[in-house]
């Protein structure tokens, strides 16, 4: 089992900036790769970012790419997610999640992660 703590949302005004953190514990860290979803009211929960096993690769969803930065901390047993440039679109609740499984044709797909934090409330104000 991998138990994974999400912490860091908050409020803050569009133009904004956020780091958001998971801790991860139960398990050797850097045998997992990471990722990042979220989940907006009345939405399903999408992709945002993933980051390889070693920090090697990443990934991204076209609505975050260039504002949204994914790294890891294997040291620290954890995963970053940098936002810049918040837009009240970036609201949601966010999930970090953890996979043994992850190539880039599976990075974006919810089923290709095991375990999951219980996640973060982002809220962008215009």
Known sequence: QVQLVESGGGLVQAG?????SCAAS??????????WFRQAPGKQREF?????WRGGSTYY??????RF?????????TVY???HSLKPEDTA?????ATQRLTPSVA?????????GQGTQVTVSS
């Open 16 to 20: 904004g900036s956020l780091r958001l």
């Open 26 to 35: 139960g398990r050797t860290f850097n045998n997992y790769a990471m990722g």
């Open 48 to 52: 945002t970012a993933a980051v390889t």
């Open 61 to 66: 969803s076209d609505s975050v790419k260039g």
């Open 69 to 77: 930065t994914i790294s890891r901390d294997n040291a620290k047993n």
């Open 81 to 83: 997610l940098q936002a």
């Open 93 to 97: 609740v966010y999930y970090c999640a």
């Open 108 to 116: 974006t797909m919810r089923g290709t992660y095991d375990y999951w």
